[in-house]
């Protein structure tokens, strides 16, 4: 016990020092208010509400930090310093994690925001290279991940960095699915632990009992079944192909899609944009299809599920969708 509070200080001073210095707001006059956008190696969204220390400590009406590093920045209450240190060691580690996965950058910075409790900026969500939390996952000694393993519960912010990693490529299949499986796999990663991995086998047993009823039901989603938890169906079916083809799947997959960036990203000039998805979504299936011995589409006709169209654009949160997963 006596070493691993030694340790924590020692890390904590380390990602102080190492990782650029966190900022505090009111203090050192214009350093404090430089945006980091100004940042030429990844740039924040132009269209963020809170791009400097300034702007964010305003809106908190407390004094905050700016945690910074080459592709990702943390914004949080100056008397969560501590904690912020420690969560944000592990954004960096999902970050580059994947990166390796994926193969590109993030179309911009990653801004992740800790917003005291009841802000309404802390909506829990992301939008594209933006996460907006509430200040809970810093919360670290009432997390029982973090008691118990040592741990913070990072799962959240990691999946939402994954759908800005998956947006950037403008790869479309199954809804938030691409994003979802890639959040699990890093995170079981920099940040496994036994209560994280009960939650995905609990979650992964949820979408086979889906898949299992949709089959039943002759392949139509269940009425009891929300539409916006269709894609459970899709998760499920990505799950088998990573189990099947091995641990370079989604590596091997993005490399497909990044040899048909071209055509994902002028697939925009479509216009319409259930035409925009359902040609990028057919781009997808195709570098899915090409991975070796993995017959994707095969895999979709057995399911029903359709090899051009994109399941968002079957409108399937509509009223008079007719719960399949074909035209």
């Known amino acids: 016990m006596k070493k691993q509070r030694l340790f924590l200080p020692i890390l904590y001073l380390f990602l102080i020092v190492v990782l650029e210095p966190a900022l505090s707001f009111g203090s050192e006059g214009d350093e404090a208010k430089q945006s980091i956008s100004e940042s030429k190696a990844h740039e924040l969204k132009p269209s963020l509400k809170f ?11 407390e004094p905050a930090i700016l945690l910074n590093s080459e592709h990702v920045c943390f914004f949080a209450p100056k008397r969560k310093e501590k904690e912020a240190a420690t969560v944000f060691q592990y954004l960096v580690a999902a970050y580059n994690e994947l990166y390796l996965i994926v193969g590109v950058h993030t179309e911009y910075k990653i801004a992740v925001y800790a917003f005291p409790k009841g802000n309404p900026h802390g909506w829990g969500g992301t939008s594209l ?3 907006e939390y509430d200040e809970s996952n810093l919360d670290l000694e009432q997390c029982p991940e973090w008691t118990k393993y040592h741990r913070p519960h990072v799962s959240g912010y990691i999946e939402e960095m994954a759908h800005s990693f998956v947006a950037t490529t403008k790869a479309q299949f199954g809804w938030e699915m691409v994003g ?16 994280l991995s009960a939650q995905i086998q609990e979650t992964r047993q949820k979408q086979q009992e889906t898949v299992r009823r949709y089959a039943n039901s002759e392949f139509a989603l269940p009425q009891d079944i929300p539409g916006n938890k269709v894609d459970r169906i899709h998760a499920w079916l990505l799950w088998q192909c990573e189990r099947e083809y091995g641990p370079n799947f989604w590596k091997d997959c993005f490399q497909e899609i990044r040899r048909q960036q071209k055509a994902l990203k002028d697939a925009v000039h479509l216009g319409d944009q259930d035409e925009i998805r359902n040609a990028r979504y057919q781009i997808t299936v195709d570098c899915f299809d090409r991975l070796p011995g993995l017959n994707f589409k095969e895999r979709l006709r057995n399911l029903n599920i359709s090899l051009k169209t994109d399941i968002k654009s079957l409108h399937p949160q509509e009223a008079d969708w007719n719960r399949r997963l074909t035209e």
């Not at 791009?51 to 009406?61: M, N, Q, R």
């Open 51 to 61: 791009k400097t220390l300034e702007a964010f400590g305003k809106e908190i009406k």
């Open 129 to 131: 290279c933006s996460i």
């Open 180 to 195: 979802w499986s890639l959040g699990v796999k890093v995170s079981q990663k920099i940040a496994g632990n036994p209560i």
